[in-house]
């Protein structure tokens, strides 16, 4: 059964930090591209963040670069979000995605909030 269970998500204030993890099973994590999506209502899915196999290699859209950072901890078949100034224009329902088109994997998970507010 394959399962990506993210957590982490909640009101924050401008400004402030929030982590989001990203728990999978089912599969061979470390055999595949991890990232991070979002989508706002009203809005399209948006992909915020992109983690290569080994974890060598990130990127980030420009509307959160240089404030949020993707990591993978493969032992633990974990990848993380951390997001620092966060902003109201932040809030969304963030989803993990696990991707290997060569393996034909393309799982998702069923999203945490985040909702940026004084």
């Known amino acids: 059964q394959v399962q990506l269970v993210e957590s982490g998500g909640g009101l924050v204030q401008p400004g402030g930090s929030l982590r989001l993890s990203c728990a999978a099973s089912?599969?061979?994590?470390?055999?595949?591209?991890m990232n991070w999506y979002r989508q706002a209502p009203g809005k399209e899915r948006e992909l915020v963040a992109t983690?290569?196999?080994?974890?060598?290699?990130?990127n980030y859209a420009d509307s959160v670069k240089g404030r949020f950072t993707i990591s993978r901890e493969n032992a633990k078949n974990t990848v993380y979000l951390q997001m620092n100034s966060l902003k109201p224009e932040d809030t969304a329902m963030y989803y993990c995605?696990?991707?290997?088109?060569?393996?034909?994997?393309?799982?998702w998970g069923k999203g945490t909030l985040v909702t940026v507010s004084s």
């Open positions: 995605n696990a991707n290997r088109r060569v393996y034909g994997i393309d799982h």
């Open positions: 983690i290569t196999v080994a974890g060598d290699s990130t």
């Open positions: 089912g599969f061979i994590f470390s055999r595949v591209t």
